[in-house]
Nanobody, 124 residues
Framework: QVEPVESGGGLVQAGGSLRLSCAAS????????IAWFRQAPGTEREFVAV????????YYADSVKGRFIISRDNAKNTVYLQMNSLKPEDTAVYLC?????????????????WGQGTQVAVSS
């Protein structure tokens, strides 16, 4: 059983930075892709970024490309999401998930294990 646990959310002004962490216990970490999704009130859960398997490949949503960086420390079973140049539209609950997607890494249904989420709020 994989249990992703997120941390690092908070309130920040537009243009600021935050770093989220996702620790995933109970799994051989390198067997899983670890992704971040986000969900704002009244909206669908949307893909943000993913670190595939050992971390050699990463993919980003167009809305965060160039501002967010996903990285992983396999020795610590932890994935990080460095968020820079934050905008008010980045405000959402950010959820970490682990799975073994077959190509559709941006599809929430390709992932099996989900954390509870951490709130990120960006003020203008």
């Amino acid at each position: 059983q994989v249990e992703p646990v997120e941390s690092g959310g908070g309130l920040v002004q537009a243009g600021g930075s935050l770093r989220l962490s996702c620790a995933a216990s109970g799994v051989t970490f390198t067997n899983y892709a670890i992704a971040w999704f986000r969900q704002a009130p009244g909206t669908e859960r949307e893909f943000v970024a993913v670190s595939m398997w050992s971390g050699s490949r990463t993919y980003y949503a167009d809305s965060v490309k160039g501002r967010f960086i996903i990285s992983r420390d396999n020795a610590k079973n932890t994935v990080y999401l460095q968020m820079n140049s934050l905008k008010p539209e980045d405000t959402a609950v950010y959820l970490c998930t682990a799975g073994q997607p077959r190509g559709r890494y941006y599809d929430r249904y390709e992932y099996t294990y989900w954390g509870q989420g951490t709130q990120v709020a960006v003020s203008s």
